[in-house]
């Protein structure tokens, strides 16, 4: 199969993720379509790693794994910790600040 | 066999051969200040998990000190080496650079934490509760706001000293940030310096629901914007065959030596240039706060605690413009007919939207961030230069302007009520004349920021305004002028209210510190001054230091 199929497939996951990100309320909705949007770039990663013959998209693919379960820990805390101040994961509630 | 025939070459022959894989090669002395300061982030974590509570504040506080001055005077010795200049080199197999702008910003932020690690420390604003000496992190981060774990935590006198290893393993990130020499190594530091933030961020003792309402905000919109950044890396790796600076650069001026034929194929296809390089564009221009990136901004600076927001204004600022001149001016030279109009936009509107929206703010923290995002454009205007004189005038308008927002908002931490820090204009109206001295250093830093003759403001916008009008930008000074002038009123607005109106009866007391947040505002007071009245030796030693290695 040609390869540049499946950087379509990760430009379409890549604009899912950012979509939710936008749509969605929910802060660990929201977080999953940042993780959906972590793992496009990986098919990504790969997929240019295919087509140029070298190693560096993947190694770079296990670089992002990483940083995504590093920020997966922050994430989740910082949004547990709301979550049970709150009672609520709706990002809409969060607004004891305004312009 | 024939299944074994369609297995790619890239795995056969990477299994025939593994003892081709060379050996890294680290220069462990040029990469001293990175690695001093990540090891004491190291050591200020299992103080925290080997040390009793009483001894955890003077150790990690010692420590946190100790790595930052010695991590300095590592980057004194390189310069003085000068690797900053003739030795400049890339090091690290490739993946950091050690050059002038990189030893200035990384001097530059590692006197910043030091001098934000004073503030953090600073023990005597907070009334004393139950005995304890208290700073203005929360007694216990994971405990309910108002609830009785929170109440057990604070009746115990614990603090959350984990905020100097945060703080460390930021600065580590920051010192990689305007240094690194491929995109994988600018992504990990992002995060590096990012994930502290988001912590720090939530750890406020006073309004904690508001300082978790500025993280998850922060860590939201943060991981969103390095989701771009990270795609529109794998389109330039798409675009390039490669990450580093030096082999994207050379793909783009069509200098590269042996064309494969997948190189070939996708260098003719602009498109993954285009949108890659503005993808990676967009995660620097959310880190540095411009218009249209700049949404978390007010609301982050406002919420975290004010030592956090004077840190990362000032120290995160500087990294991210590191790493966006240098990815400007290294990898994408080329390409600077396409991202010159775009920057000009982008220059353009957060110049005037920060200094317009700023008019209308009642909260000094939100006034400070809208200011911010204002002088983001104004050392914008000196990065679209592209002369050597633009990367001079911004690395100076950075040391300047760092210095002069961790004492402003240091000065913050000290005008305090009941509820802790009075944040709201209105209470601050007639401060002047009852604490003359605070509020006459809170005015330096206002005329400083509105870039007043004979403060290191005006030197800094005179610079970079020089540069970028040199380097033909001449409508963006003008520009840039005016909204210096908006940005001015709402500065001296505030002046005239600490100075000539009537103090209310019930406003905010000032808080005597301790020397540490002292030392603080008077070394931001003393650079101010310094650079405003005899910036030459200052500006000579940026344009030495102006030059990107390659």
């Known amino acids: ?34 993780e959906l949007m972590l793992n496009a770039c990986n098919l990504a990663f790969v997929t240019f790693s295919r087509l140029h013959g070298n190693l560096d998209g993947q190694i770079i693919a296990f670089f992002t794994m990483v940083v ?32 | 066999m024939t299944h074994a025939a369609t297995v790619h070459s890239l795995w056969t022959t990477a299994a025939a051969a593994p003892d081709k894989i060379p050996s890294p090669d680290i220069e462990y002395g040029q990469l001293s200040p990175t690695l001093i300061v990540l090891g004491a982030a190291i050591v200020g974590v299992l103080i925290e998990a080997f040390l009793p509570r009483r001894q955890r504040y003077a150790a990690q506080l010692f420590v946190s000190v100790v790595a930052l001055a010695a991590a300095f005077a590592a980057v004194i010795g390189l310069a003085a080496g000068d690797y900053g200049t003739s030795k400049a080199r890339v090091a690290a197999m490739g993946a950091i650079a050690v050059d002038g702008p990189a030893l200035f910003l990384q001097g530059t932020i590692l006197l910043v934490a030091l001098v934000a690690v004073f503030t953090f420390a600073e023990r005597r604003l907070d009334p004393v509760a139950h005995g304890n000496r208290v700073d203005s992190f929360a007694a216990q981060a994971a405990a309910v706001p108002g609830g009785d774990a929170e109440k057990a935590a604070v009746k115990a006198g614990f603090t959350t000293t984990e905020v100097f290893p945060l703080v460390l393993f930021a600065v580590g990130g920051m010192l990689v940030f305007p240094s690194a020499n491929d995109l994988l190594t600018l992504f990990v530091a992002l995060e590096v310096f990012s994930l502290p933030l988001y912590v720090l961020c939530a750890l406020a003792r006073r309004h904690r629901m508001l300082s978790q ?65 503005a993808m990676v564009l967009m995660g620097l221009l959310f880190k540095i706060g411009a218009v249209p990136f700049h949404m978390w901004t ?35 030279p080329g390409l600077r007919w396409d991202w010159r109009p775009v920057m000009w936009g982008v220059a353009i509107v957060t110049m005037l939207g920060g200094a317009i929206v700023a008019v209308t703010q009642t909260d000094v923290k939100r006034l400070l961030a809208y200011s911010s995002i204002a002088h983001a454009g104004f050392i914008l205007a000196g990065v679209i230069a592209t002369t050597p004189e633009g990367i001079s005038s911004v690395l100076f308008y950075l040391a300047a302007y760092s210095f002069v927002t961790l004492g402003a908002f240091a000065v913050v931490t000290l005008v305090r009520d009941a509820g802790g820090e009075a944040t709201h204009l209105s209470k601050w109206a007639g401060l002047g004349r009852r604490s003359p001295l605070v509020a006459a250093v809170f005015a330096v830093f206002l005329l400083a920021f509105a870039g007043i003759p004979l403060t290191s403001g005006f030197a800094g916008k005179f610079a970079v305004f020089k540069a970028a009008a040199d380097g033909g930008a001449g409508a963006l000074v003008v520009i840039g002028v005016i909204s210096s002038a908006i940005a001015a009123f709402f500065y001296i607005r505030v002046i005239v209210l600490m100075f000539f109106s009537e103090p209310r009866t019930d406003g905010p007391s000032v808080a005597v510190p301790s020397p540490l947040t002292s030392s603080a505002i008077a070394i931001g007071v003393a650079v101010t001054l310094v650079l405003g009245v005899a910036p030459q030796y200052f500006l000579d030693l940026a344009s030495q230091a102006g030059v990107f290695v390659r």
Do not use: W
């Open chain 2, 298 to 332: 007010p609301d982050v600076y406002q919420g975290a605690p004010t030592p956090v927001t004077g840190f990362m204004a000032a120290a995160t600022k500087v990294a991210a413009f590191g790493a966006l001149l240098r990815l400007l001016y290294v990898v994408l």
């Open chain 2, 213 to 277: 309402e500025a993280a998850v905000k922060y860590f939201l919109l943060g991981a969103f914007s390095s989701a771009f950044l990270l795609f529109g890396i794998a389109l330039l790796y798409g675009y390039a065959g490669t990450v580093t600076y030096a082999g994207i650069a050379d793909v783009v001026d069509g200098q590269v030596r042996n064309v494969t034929p997948a190189l070939a194929g996708t260098m003719g296809n602009d498109a993954l240039l285009l949108i890659g390089g």
């Open chain 1, 68 to 99: 995504a379960a590093a920020e997966v820990v922050v994430g989740l805390a910082i949004i547990v910790t709301v979550f049970r101040s709150r009672h609520s994961a709706s990002v809409d509630d969060a607004s004891l600040m305004k312009l």
């Open chain 1, 1 to 34: 199969m040609n390869p540049v199929n499946y950087l379509y497939l990760a430009a379409l996951l890549f604009t899912i993720g950012a979509a939710g990100v936008v749509i969605r309320r929910n802060a660990i909705v929201l977080f999953m379509c940042v």
